[in-house]
């Protein structure tokens, strides 16, 4: 497992904090969330290691195995039972403009209708699917509408190293965060998670059941992350002593 990407990868109550500072900061700033399939992607790139300035966990299997070894953190997932609607929340009461860029076009027009009806006060100045051929006129748009929040839903890799671009070629200060598959869930439904699926932590089981690529990861790549972070951890804590 990657040590660097271990360091960066922050404990959910800390996310309110670190949000506020970057709304306040003079400079621009990445974030975003990791579960064990984005993870094991983002550890092989140093460049999205260097270039994302948090990572929070998305879900409790990366939690516990981290908490194995290293300093407790707590998860921090952009959805509805977590962080998603206090961050959207605090974007609306700042008057912040936003672009939401990510999913399909359908998927994502739906998902800003649901979301303006969320948040009446919320500023969409932008958005656009995420299927993108040109990122420089993507940036150019969003700094002549002078964006201050942006929401990315692609999919790791591909959120990580747009957010970093933008990162690189927006003007001004601008929040730039990942959310995954959250455009596409809200488009489905504006609270994607049944009560009792959020009540008791089963949020990966009503995705493998309504998707087929969720399916695939947590069969075929999860256990696969599982055995190798034990066996690297295990490794590296042993060469300590």
């Known amino acids: 497992m990657n040590n660097k990407l271990n360091k960066k990868l922050n404990s959910g109550e800390i996310f309110d904090q670190t949000s506020a500072e970057a709304f306040a900061a003079e400079n621009k700033t990445v974030i975003s969330f990791l579960n064990p399939f984005s993870y094991y992607e983002v550890a092989q790139d140093d460049e999205l290691i260097s270039g994302v300035d948090y990572f929070f966990s998305d879900g409790s299997l990366l939690c516990h195995l981290h908490n194995l070894f290293l300093p407790k953190i707590t998860r921090a997932s952009f959805d509805y039972s977590s962080i998603a609607g206090t961050f959207l929340e605090s974007v609306a009461a700042r008057g912040k403009r936003i672009a939401i860029i990510g999913a399909t076009e359908e998927e994502n027009t739906l998902a800003v209708k649901v979301l303006k009806n969320q948040y009446p006060g919320l500023n969409v100045v932008f958005h656009r699917n995420g299927y993108i051929d040109d990122n420089q006129q993507v940036a150019e748009e969003l700094n002549e509408l002078q964006v201050e929040v942006v929401l990315v839903g692609m999919g790791t890799p591909y959120q990580e190293r747009f957010s970093i671009f933008l990162k690189e070629h927006l003007i001004s200060p601008a929040v730039i965060i990942t959310c995954g598959g959250f455009l596409t869930q809200t488009s489905i439904k504006p609270d994607y998670y049944h009560p009792l699926v959020k009540k008791f932590g089963l949020r990966w089981l009503q995705r493998i059941v309504m998707h087929k690529h969720v399916r695939d990861r947590v069969l075929k790549v999860y256990p696969k ?17």
């Open 225 to 241: 992350f599982i055995f190798s972070y034990l066996k690297t951890m295990i490794r590296q804590h042993a060469t300590k002593k």
